[in-house]
């Protein structure tokens, strides 16, 4: 067995160690195929005012450019599927915001990896990344064979479905690379057909100025009138194309204690977001995804679901 195979293996015994569902490894290089796909996305403007999606394009595309000497692309997910969700007759919030911000969570399970890799390897060089840096985590995730690429553009696995984030070590460090999976969407259409904005255009391809998640959560302006009525009570993000997806069947409950909500979240009904004060907010979405929208942006999406 070489020492490619070796490292590879420790790497993935201990990111199960640290909770994550599975680890993936592939080749640190220029991502061909991704630039067109990215360079027509942009120039159709399905970025909307989402605009440092146009930065950095070149080290979107290549992981050597954003870390210099890298050679590998470790992909990790992590669960976040809920035990319980909320009360059904209420607004909606995704399942991923229900706990503490996962950018915290991961960061630190990440550097605990690159720790062990250092103990275990010796000097290895390279970054840790959670959402936050140009990193096409969905990609590298698929040629790592960790699931396909929906046609909702999330990353679906066979075993355990869609419900998991994405995070990646860039490292200076050759290894044993996985291989792609197969596509096992077949005929399916049941994300594109229910997303009430039509915003999956085709399949593979979706619209993020259309989608639910940027209107609630990326949009700093007012929400465009034309899409009243089409939000099925979604105040922070969107999991419709989740919800619907059969593969998604097969999730099951995560075991990380920080992403359990506050049981007061469970069971808020349309009043309490109603009347929630900035006070309530700041207490019970502290260190939450959802102080992302800030409080004023919660206010606005409530008074758009409810037609105000």
Same mark, same amino acid.
Request: glycine residues 6%.
């Given at each position: 067995?070489?020492?490619?195979? %070796?490292?590879?293996?420790?790497?993935?015994?201990?990111?199960?160690?640290?909770?994550?569902?599975? @680890?993936? %490894? !592939?080749?640190?290089?220029?991502l061909?195929?991704?630039?067109?796909?990215?360079?027509? *996305?942009?120039?159709?403007?399905?970025? $909307?005012?989402? !605009?440092?999606?146009?930065?950095?394009? #070149?080290?979107?595309?290549?992981? =050597?450019?954003?870390?210099?000497?890298?050679?590998?692309? %470790?992909?990790?997910?992590?669960?976040?599927?809920? &035990?319980?969700?909320q009360?059904?007759?209420?607004?909606?919030?995704?399942?991923?915001?229900?706990?503490t911000?996962?950018?915290?969570?991961?960061?630190d399970?990440?550097?605990?990896?690159? !720790?062990?890799?250092?103990?275990?390897? $010796?000097?290895?060089?390279?970054?840790?990344?959670?959402?936050?840096?140009?990193?096409?985590? &969905?990609?590298?995730?698929a040629?790592? $064979?960790?699931?396909?690429? $929906?046609?909702?553009?999330?990353?679906? =696995?066979?075993?355990?479905? !869609?419900?998991?984030?994405?995070?990646?070590?860039?490292?200076?460090?050759?290894?044993?690379?996985?291989?792609?999976? =197969?596509d096992?969407?077949?005929? @399916?259409?049941?994300? %594109?057909?229910?997303?009430?904005? #039509?915003?999956?255009?085709?399949?593979?391809?979706?619209?993020?100025?259309?989608?639910?998640?940027?209107?609630?959560?990326?949009?700093?302006?007012?929400?465009?009138?034309?899409?009243?009525?089409q939000?099925?009570d979604?105040?922070?993000?969107?999991?419709? @194309?989740?919800?619907?997806?059969? *593969?998604?069947?097969?999730?099951?409950?995560?075991?990380?204690?920080?992403?359990?909500?506050?049981?007061?979240?469970l069971?808020?009904?349309?009043?309490d977001?109603?009347?929630?004060?900035?006070?309530?907010?700041?207490?019970?979405?502290?260190?939450?995804?959802?102080?992302?929208?800030?409080?004023?942006?919660?206010?606005?999406?409530?008074?758009?679901?409810?037609?105000?």
């Amino acid at each position: 067995m070489s020492l490619k195979t %070796i490292y590879a293996q420790n790497i993935k015994t201990e990111a199960k160690r640290l909770g994550f569902l599975s @680890c993936g %490894i !592939s080749k640190a290089q220029f991502l061909e195929e991704e630039a067109p796909r990215l360079e027509n *996305w942009l120039n159709t403007n399905m970025q $909307g005012e989402m !605009s440092y999606m146009e930065n950095h394009f #070149d080290k979107r595309l290549d992981p =050597t450019k954003l870390v210099p000497g890298s050679k590998s692309v %470790i992909s990790l997910l992590l669960n976040y599927y809920p &035990k319980e969700v909320q009360n059904s007759s209420s607004y909606k919030i995704s399942k991923y915001a229900y706990g503490t911000d996962y950018h915290f969570v991961i960061k630190d399970k990440l550097k605990q990896l690159l !720790s062990f890799i250092h103990q275990d390897i $010796g000097e290895v060089h390279g970054r840790a990344f959670v959402d936050s840096a140009p990193v096409l985590d &969905k990609t590298w995730a698929a040629r790592s $064979g960790l699931g396909w690429m $929906g046609k909702h553009t999330n990353l679906i =696995t066979k075993q355990v479905g !869609s419900y998991y984030f994405i995070a990646e070590l860039i490292i200076d460090l050759d290894l044993e690379y996985d291989h792609p999976v =197969t596509d096992h969407c077949g005929s @399916c259409t049941a994300c %594109i057909d229910a997303c009430p904005t #039509d915003a999956i255009v085709k399949p593979y391809i979706v619209d993020g100025s259309k989608c639910i998640s940027y209107f609630t959560i990326e949009l700093k302006n007012e929400i465009p009138a034309k899409f009243k009525d089409q939000f099925n009570d979604w105040i922070f993000g969107c999991d419709i @194309c989740q919800d619907v997806c059969p *593969w998604n069947n097969y999730s099951q409950p995560h075991r990380e204690p920080l992403f359990d909500p506050k049981p007061e979240l469970l069971t808020m009904s349309k009043k309490d977001w109603d009347e929630i004060t900035e006070d309530v907010f700041h207490n019970l979405f502290k260190n939450s995804a959802i102080k992302r929208t800030k409080f004023s942006g919660l206010k606005r999406n409530i008074k758009f679901v409810k037609g105000e």
